[in-house]
C-alpha cells in the first residue's frame, strides 16, 4: 500500500478543492469518476474519500460505491453526498431535509473525534445539501450537530469509517484544513511526503528509460508555463533531440510572440521551429461567429500547422505536451486509465495521427504545483506567473466573428487591464484578467463631437485552479484607472463595462 489517498467524484463541484488539500499537507491524492472506481485497485492507496455530488442518494439512478468498498477496512471520509451515502449504505436512515442549509452554518462537536482534535466545540463549516442522515448506521456514533439538528459528523473509529456533512475542503470551513489535516494524519497515518520538486527527478527518469538516444521528440510550446515547463524538462534530458513548434496563429497577447521566442533562446532550447501563420489563421475564421465552431477551426488548422512542420523533422519518435491533471480529469482520463489528448488544449489541440508516442511530463501536477517546480527549474517568473491563456486564444475573447480590428481592440484593452493590475500590486492576486470584445456599440462623446464605439467588457476572475471562480473586487479606483485609459487609448471603444458574475454560473471565458 503507498501512501497516497483516492478521491472518488460523485460529481461534485469542490472534488479538485479535496484533492489539492490533500497534495498541499504532503500528501499525494488522484481522482477517479465513481463510474471507474473498479478499473482501479484500492490496495494501491492508504485512504479513500467520496466526495460530495449534486444527487440525492435516494434516487433510484444515484451514483453508488458498493458497501464491501466502505467496509474493506481502507480508511474512508464521506463529504457530503460521501457522508449520506456511507449513511444509506451502512444501514442508518436518510432522507431529504426538511430545512436544507446552504453556505455558511454553525456546527456544534458533541463527542470526542479525531477529526476535530484541538479544535473548539463550535465551528463555523460550509454547508450545500438537501438530504439529511437522520439516524446513524450501527456502530457509528455521532460527533457533530448542525444548528438544525442535522448530524453534522459521524465516525466508526474501528472500521476506520468517518464521515462530515459539510465541506471541510472549502476556505468558508474555518478550520476545514486542520479537520482534513486530522483526517489524513490521525485517522489515516499518513505522514508528508508529497513535494512536486521532488517528481522532478523521477519524472526525468522516466523519460530516459523511454526515450532512447538519437530519438527525436518533438513539443507544442504555446508561451503558458505548462508547455514551457515541459519543453524544459524534456530539453534536460534529451537536448538537442528536442525539437519545440511555436505557432503564431495571430491570436496571442501583446508582445507575446517575441517574448517566447526570447525565453525559448534563453533557456538554451536550439531547436525552434517558428511558423508565423497569421494570415492563415484570421482567413480561416472570417465568417465564423459560433463559438464552439471557432474553437475547432483554431483546433484544426493547429493541428494542419503541427503536421506539417512534424514531418519535416527526421527521427521524431515521441510527442510532447504540457497536460495537466484538471486537464486528464476533465478529459475523462485518470487514475490507472491511459491519458487521453484533449480536442482544445493549451497550445491548440495537438494531433493525435501522427504515428508518435505520447510524453507527458506533468500530467499528474496541478497548475501551481507547475509553477513550483518551473521556478526550481528555472523558468523565468514573467513566464511562471503568467495568467492562464486559451489555446484558441484571443479568438475566444471577442464575441462574435473574429476580425483584424476586433483583434487589435481586445489586444490592447487586455495589455492595459494587465499592466494597470501590475502597477496595483494584484495580478498575482488574480487568477485570470483580460478584456472582452464584441459587436455592441455604445454612443460616446470624444472631443465634443458624437462617435459610436464598442463595447469592451473587461473580466477578472479569482480562482484555485480554474474549475471554479469568483469575480474580483477590483477597488473602484483600479477599474476607473482602466477604464479611462482604455477609451482613451484604444481607438473605437466608448463604453468599458466589468463583469460581475462567478462560475458557476457563467464561465470565466466568454466563448
Known sequence: MKERVLIVDFGGQYVHLIARRCRELGVYSEIVDVKRLGEVDLREYSALILSGGPRSVSEEDAPKVDRSVIDSGITVLGICYGHQLIGKLMGGHVERSKVREYGRTEVEVVAESVLFSGLERRQVVWMS???????????????????????????????????????????????????????????AGLKERWNPVDRVQEIMEEIRRTVRPGEGVICGVSGGVDSVTTALILHKVVGDDLHVVFVDHGLMR????EEVLGVLRGLGIRNVHFVEARSRFLEALRGVADPEEKRKVVGRLFAEVFKEVARTIPNVRYLAQGTIYPDRVESGATGSVTSVIKSHHNVGGLPRDLGLDLIEPLKDLYKDEVREVA?????????????????????????????????????????????????????????????????????????????????????????????????????????????????????????????????????????
Not at 169 to 183: A, D, K, M, Q, S
Not at 254 to 257: A, M, R
Not at 492 to 510: D, F, L, R
Request: hydrophobic share 40%.
Open 129 to 187: 445539501h438537501g438530504d439529511v442522515v437522520l439516524k446513524p448506521p450501527p456502530g457509528f456514533r455521532v460527533t457533530a450537530l448542525s444548528e438544525t439538528g442535522a448530524i453534522a459528523a459521524m465516525e466508526d473509529p474501528e472500521r476506520r469509517i468517518y464521515s462530515v456533512q459539510f465541506h471541510p475542503e472549502v476556505r468558508h470551513t474555518e478550520n476545514g484544513r486542520t479537520i482534513l489535516e486530522n483526517f489524513l494524519r490521525r485517522a
Open 254 to 257: 501583446k508582445g507575446e510572440v
Open 375 to 511: 521556478r526550481a527549474l528555472g523558468v523565468p517568473e514573467r513566464i511562471v506567473r503568467r495568467h492562464p491563456f486559451p489555446g484558441p486564444g484571443l479568438s475566444v475573447r471577442i464575441v462574435g466573428e473574429v476580425t483584424e480590428e476586433k483583434l487589435e481592440v481586445c489586444r490592447a484593452a487586455s495589455a492595459i487591464v494587465e499592466e494597470e493590475l501590475e502597477r496595483a500590486g494584484l495580478y498575482d492576486s488574480v487568477w485570470q484578467a483580460f478584456a472582452v470584445v464584441g459587436d455592441d456599440r455604445w454612443v460616446g462623446v470624444k472631443g465634443d463631437e458624437r462617435e459610436e464605439g464598442r463595447v469592451v467588457i473587461v473580466r477578472i476572475v479569482t480562482s484555485e485552479d480554474g474549475m471554479t471562480a469568483d469575480w474580483f473586487r477590483a477597488p473602484h479606483d483600479l477599474l476607473d484607472r482602466i477604464s479611462r485609459r482604455i477609451t482613451n487609448e484604444v481607438p473605437g471603444v466608448t463604453m468599458v463595462c466589468y463583469a460581475v458574475s462567478s462560475k458557476p454560473p457563467s464561465t470565466i471565458e466568454p466563448c
